[in-house]
């Protein structure tokens, strides 16, 4: 690794509520980088004060996630961090499970596919695969989109009761992000019950001008789902006619990904079963 002090011009803000996350958020500054940092260097890197800076690098040295090199003044990733990314990519079979059935999506309708979750009133992008068309919107995993002019938002919102939906609609600003955005409360009820009963949902230029989506949910045996399964692609190359006439293969990855799931869920029962009766039958 080569050694240097002098970081780029503009400080990179390090984003965190808390202590813990700022000090992963100073992790993944090291990490990015492929040469090892001074506590200077590192100082004009994040713009935060040498004393704040010291302690922090000290306390993620003291347990190994970091380490000083020889020269006492540069360090760099430590044992016990290389072994945490190591066994991630080793047991990372899940992730690359799913990754493997939206590649296939790809190449199987030509288009963008994703998977997503629903997370307090947004939709975040778990992953994504692009096509290999040259146009294309792209959104990264980790990016969040609104729920209530989503495809896969309105599936999440359409599987809850009418209590849940009206709790958090009445709490959600439905913003119009383009002419065709559905704003209207009683509309949108409207629309969320014939998602119900349809089992997909479009998102037909509600979130960006040009651009189509179709989604199902990932079944799950045990309830309501958390998973949705997208196609993605400009109106140009993407009609609803031809988002419906892809259906079938979505649903199919939607069979796919859960057939992942209940493979990768830890089981219940058992053990737990038992010691659950045994601590009900200490207490009576």
Request: with cysteine; charged share 25%.
């Amino acid at each position: 690794m080569d050694m240097i002090s002098s970081p780029k011009l503009e400080p990179e803000k390090l984003e965190g509520d808390t202590p813990t996350m700022r000090l992963f958020a100073l992790l993944e500054v090291i990490a990015e980088k492929d040469q090892l940092l001074s506590l200077q260097a590192l100082v004009e890197e994040t713009g935060l004060p040498k004393p704040t800076l010291h302690r922090m690098l000290q306390q993620l040295e003291s347990v190994g996630v970091l380490q000083r090199e020889s020269d006492g003044r540069h360090y760099s990733t430590g044992v016990r961090l290389r072994r945490l990314a190591s066994n991630l990519l080793i047991n990372n079979t899940f992730h690359g499970a799913r990754r493997m059935v939206l590649r296939q999506l790809v190449e199987e309708v030509g288009e963008s596919c994703n998977l997503t979750a629903f997370s307090g009133s947004e939709v975040v992008y778990l992953d994504r695969v692009e096509t290999a068309a040259p146009l294309r919107f792209y959104l990264h995993p980790g990016s969040r989109v609104p729920a209530h002019c989503s495809s896969s938002g309105k599936l999440f919102l359409a599987q809850m009761t009418p209590v849940q939906r009206r709790r958090l609609l009445g709490h959600m600003e439905l913003t119009r992000f383009t002419d065709k955005t559905e704003t209207d409360p009683v509309k949108l009820e409207r629309e969320l019950e014939l998602v119900r009963r349809n089992g997909y949902a479009l998102d037909d230029e509600e979130f960006l001008p040009g651009l189509l989506c179709v989604a199902v949910l990932v079944p799950n045996p045990n309830g309501r789902s958390n998973l949705a399964v997208a196609i993605q692609a400009p109106i140009i190359r993407l009609t609803h006619d031809k988002a419906l006439h892809f259906l079938p293969a979505l649903q199919r990855a939607a069979q796919a990904l859960a057939a992942i799931e209940s493979e990768t869920m830890p089981t219940t029962g058992g053990d737990d079963d038992a010691l659950q009766s045994s601590n009900s039958a200490a207490h009576t």
